[in-house]
């Protein structure tokens, strides 16, 4: 049984409905074939401001058009116009807390076969209201999986694949099963890709690094936000190099990042006590300053955050 929503309303084939309404048929292409892509963005209410601001839509949207691109599926919508609508269901919902938005692109067709040239896509979306991802944020306990991450020659991780998530889905079972909060995975080649649904970034010697982008992981929005954010506010170096499972037990520190786990330290891997075992300082620095920047705290990153209710929505 599913719980009864929170939430009221959808965007589905073309319009809002009520979120009871957004429903496909079981003989849909993108059910049996996973052939859609979604994404993931979180609204943060600031309480100060009575304002909800949704973060870096723009970049989101583009990676959800990229993704319906290597799909074959051509929207009716440019990026401004999602976001529009993204903008228009949160002043609907009317939201006073931080929640979370799940656009899906996906073949909407009733039919049979494998392929993705001439079907026919649909966009949807629905939110609801959000909190934590993770139950460890503070110190997240990870082993490395048995399974390894899907490869851009079968399956690109670069697109938000529907059907791809049957890879993170074993990745996450297995390390909860085993008793862990999360999962680190590793590429083809042996080396570090990321978790189940986020980036990572370990410490080394004061110098922050991370797997680059061809390492076989999802381009994060929220990497992408870290990267720059250390470089202009912490002033630290950071390098996009690969990187050894090994690596992560000499670390001094170690990070997931993504909109849904925001920004969580990893205290142990493979039963190894990262660092001092406990969050290290570059951790709680970078939390803290990207709580700020999220909720629109920081005036050198308002352009990051959209206003929901500030917004006079155009009729469409
Ligand atoms: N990797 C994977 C596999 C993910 O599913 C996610 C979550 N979208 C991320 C990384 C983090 O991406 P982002 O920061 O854009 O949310």
């Given at each position: 049984m599913?719980?009864?929503?929170?939430?009221?309303?959808?965007?589905?084939?073309g319009k809002f409905v009520p979120i009871e309404d957004a429903k496909v048929s079981i003989m849909t292409h993108a059910l049996n074939y996973g052939t859609g892509a979604f994404g993931g963005l979180r609204g943060y209410w600031n309480s100060e401001e009575e304002e909800l601001f949704v973060f870096r839509p723009y970049e989101h949207y583009e990676r959800v058009l990229a993704s319906?691109?290597?799909?074959?599926?051509?929207?009716?919508?440019t990026r401004d116009e999602l976001v529009n609508i993204t903008l228009q269901l949160l002043q609907k919902e009317g939201y006073r807390e931080d929640c979370y938005l799940r656009p899906l692109v996906y073949k909407s067709e009733s039919i049979i076969g494998v392929r993705l040239n001439n079907l026919e896509g649909q966009f949807s979306l629905f939110s609801?209201?959000?909190?934590?991802?993770?139950?460890?944020?503070?110190?997240?306990?990870v082993g490395?999986?048995?399974?390894?991450?899907?490869?851009?020659?079968?399956?690109?991780?670069?697109?938000?694949?529907?059907?791809?998530?049957?890879?993170?889905?074993?990745?996450?079972?297995?390390?909860?099963?085993?008793?862990?909060?999360?999962?680190l995975v590793l590429d083809d080649s042996g080396h570090v890709a990321e978790g189940s649904a986020e980036n990572v970034f370990i410490v080394r010697n004061g110098t922050l690094i991370t797997p680059p982008v061809n390492a076989d992981i999802l381009e994060g929005i929220t990497r992408r936000t870290i990267i720059q954010?250390?470089?202009?506010?912490?002033g630290l170096e950071v390098v996009?190099?690969?990187?050894?499972?090994?690596?992560?037990?000499?670390?001094?520190?170690?990070?997931?990042?993504?909109?849904?786990?925001?920004?969580?330290a990893i205290i142990e891997v493979d039963h190894r006590p990262v660092g001092t075992g406990k969050m290290g300082p570059i951790v709680r620095d970078l939390r803290d300053l990207y709580f700020r920047v999220v909720r629109g705290q920081h005036p050198d990153y308002r352009h990051w955050v959209?206003?929901?209710?500030?917004?006079?929505?155009?009729?469409?």
């Open positions: 599913t719980a009864k929503p929170q939430n009221k309303y959808a965007f589905f084939e319906a691109k290597m799909l074959m599926i051509d929207l009716p919508y609801i209201p959000f909190g934590r991802y993770v139950s460890n944020e503070e110190g997240a306990r490395f999986s048995s399974w390894t991450r899907v490869s851009d020659n079968s399956v690109p991780a670069r697109g938000k694949f529907t059907g791809a998530y049957i890879n993170s889905a074993f990745i996450k079972t297995e390390a909860l099963l085993n008793g862990f909060d999360e999962a954010l250390v470089r202009e506010q912490l996009e190099r690969p990187l050894d499972r090994t690596e992560f037990y000499v670390a001094e520190e170690a990070f997931f990042c993504g909109t849904g786990v925001q920004l969580a959209t206003p929901v209710y500030a917004q006079v929505p155009s009729a469409k």
